[in-house]
């Protein structure tokens, strides 16, 4: 069964302090990890799509990189405004039939 | 933002009664999909969309009927509401299969 999880569930920085959010899959044939950001009352906003192990994206102070098992989002010297929830899908093959499988989310609150 | 208007907004209904949600997008994208959110599950695909009168079943369709007419239109359909069904509903649209998908805003629903 298509799985993913994320962690940490939640993650509080001091702004500045660069840190990592995990998001770990187990799928029948990668078609692609999605990495998405929410924030509150909104619905969520694509930030970076990863087709094969060893691709990297990056915006601002964001950079996604992805394993044959993981991806981390990786956040350096955050500010404020990155606060928010950052979601994690995969689209796999075989039997997935275009259905993104989203883990639970990490709750990222920056400190000033 | 990607062109998507979800309406209503907000709903309360009482359980037992019929309710219709609206999904409405600007892009001219093939593919169109309901979410809801709920705490502790994240996001589940409801049913989706590759063409005009073409859809399938996701992963949590039972009380749900979808329907499109047209491209630019999406409607789910709670034949009768239940209290379990009381969430937050996203649409989303993606040009195929495999790429991102983009978020409309979002119905929270409440049924009494």
């Known amino acids: 069964e298509d799985q993913v999880t994320q962690s940490p569930e939640a993650l509080r920085l001091q702004e500045g302090e660069s840190s990592s959010l995990n998001c770990s899959y187990t799928?029948?044939?990668?078609?692609?990890l999605f990495w998405y950001r929410q924030d509150p009352g909104k619905g969520p906003e694509f930030l970076f799509t990863?087709?094969?192990a060893g691709e990297e994206k990056e915006k601002e102070r964001l950079k996604a990189t992805l394993t044959k098992k993981e991806s981390f989002l990786h956040i350096t010297a955050p500010k404020p405004e990155d606060s928010a929830t950052y979601l994690c899908?995969?689209?796999?093959?075989?039997?997935?039939?275009?259905?993104?499988?989203f883990g639970s989310g990490t709750r990222l609150l920056v400190r000033p | 933002d990607a062109g998507i208007t979800q309406s209503p907004r907000h709903k309360v209904t009482e359980t037992g009664t019929p309710v219709t949600l609206r999904c409405h997008q600007t892009e001219n994208h093939r593919y169109m999909y309901w979410y809801r959110q709920d705490p502790g599950h994240g996001l589940r695909l409801i049913h989706y969309s590759y063409g005009v009168k073409d859809t399938d079943k996701g992963e949590v369709s039972d009380g749900y009927s979808v329907s499109r007419s047209k491209t630019e239109d999406f409607l789910l359909t709670l034949e009768s509401a239940t209290s379990s069904q009381t969430s937050v509903y996203f649409c989303a649209i993606s040009e195929g299969e495999d790429y991102e998908q983009y978020f409309g805003p979002g119905t929270r629903l409440t049924v009494t």
């Open positions: 899908a995969v689209l796999g093959g075989m039997d997935s039939s275009y259905k993104l499988i």
């Open positions: 799928v029948s044939g990668l078609r692609g």
């Open positions: 990863l087709y094969s």
